[in-house]
């Protein structure tokens, strides 16, 4: 099994950028999938982007990040990050690392079988 811990998180204005760590613990296959989600208040969790294990990592975006964000691997350290720029107000959010066993449907919540904590972002118009 897979445990994750993100860290990252702060106060920017809007224009600004972040950068999201998360740490995996444990062991971790090729066929795992790691996800960014988030989640404001009074909305439902909603899925940000994920990479896969294998290979150089194959990544994905939601539609509202994509350009903006980008999702990375560092295999020795085993952490992926999340390189937020032009942070929008709308970005404002708790936002969660989750790994699931396989590359599958990783824009889903119910698909990842771990989850961290969460890290709270807040961008300022």
């Known amino acids: 099994q897979v445990q994750t811990a993100e860290s990252g998180g702060g106060l920017v204005q809007a224009g600004g950028s972040l950068r999201l760590s998360c740490a995996a613990s444990?062991?971790?296959?090729?066929?795992?999938?790691m996800g960014w989600f988030r989640q404001a208040p009074g909305k439902e969790r909603e899925f940000v982007a994920a990479?896969?294990?294998?290979?150089?990592?194959?990544?994905a975006y939601a539609s509202s990040v994509k350009g903006r964000f980008s999702i990375s691997r560092d295999d020795a350290k085993n952490t992926v990050a999340l390189q937020m720029n032009s942070l929008k107000p709308e970005d404002t959010a708790v936002y969660y690392c989750?790994?699931?066993?396989?590359?599958?449907?990783?824009?889903?919540?119910?698909?990842?079988?771990?989850w961290g904590q969460g890290t709270q972002v807040t961008v300022s118009s």
């Open positions: 989750a790994a699931r066993p396989s590359w599958g449907d990783y824009t889903r919540v119910s698909e990842y079988d771990y």
């Open positions: 990479i896969s294990w294998s290979g150089s990592g194959t990544a």
């Open positions: 444990g062991r971790t296959f090729t066929t795992y999938t």
